[in-house]
């Protein structure tokens, strides 16, 4: 294995072990860890919730019976209905570097080819019936200038790099 490889394979593991930390194990490690810090520290000591939840069981089945349903609500309310999720899917977009490349598979192995060999005979047929002005000619040898540069695996328009910020 080379070094780009081993790079490679290293920020995969890397991005693997965050996601799979921030929301699985910190996720339930956390919820776990709120119930028994408020019923131990807050219901504990107040004798009237004390005499609610006399026992933690309880006490976590209702959290849990209502705090999912919250948390849904909240999470809906987040997707659906505020500017938090659209902002987010906003900076998602511009720090992908699949918006200026082209991306590996179908696209880059059939759709692109297809559309490059597409433009190709439609301008042939046109230029053959004299269908194309001199501006034209050259809108269409820019965009197969970008097809073949995407093809080549290069960028188009101008990604955000490190160096941008």
Known sequence: ????????????????????????????????STLVTVYYLAIKNIPSLLDIFPKFVPFALLATVVGVPLSVGIGWIHLKRSRLFSSEADIGVEANPYNYKLQPGKDAEISTPFILISIR??????????????????????????????????YIGTPRRKTDF
């Open 1 to 32: 294995m080379n070094v780009e490889t081993l790079n490679r394979l290293a920020f995969r593991a890397w991005y693997y072990f965050r996601l799979g930390y921030s929301t699985y194990l910190t996720f339930l490690f956390g919820y776990v």
């Open 121 to 154: 005979i439609l301008k042939k047929l046109a230029d053959t019936n004299g269908l194309l002005t001199s501006p034209e000619k050259d809108e269409i040898t820019q965009l197969e200038d970008k097809l073949l540069t995407l093809l080549g695996g290069g």
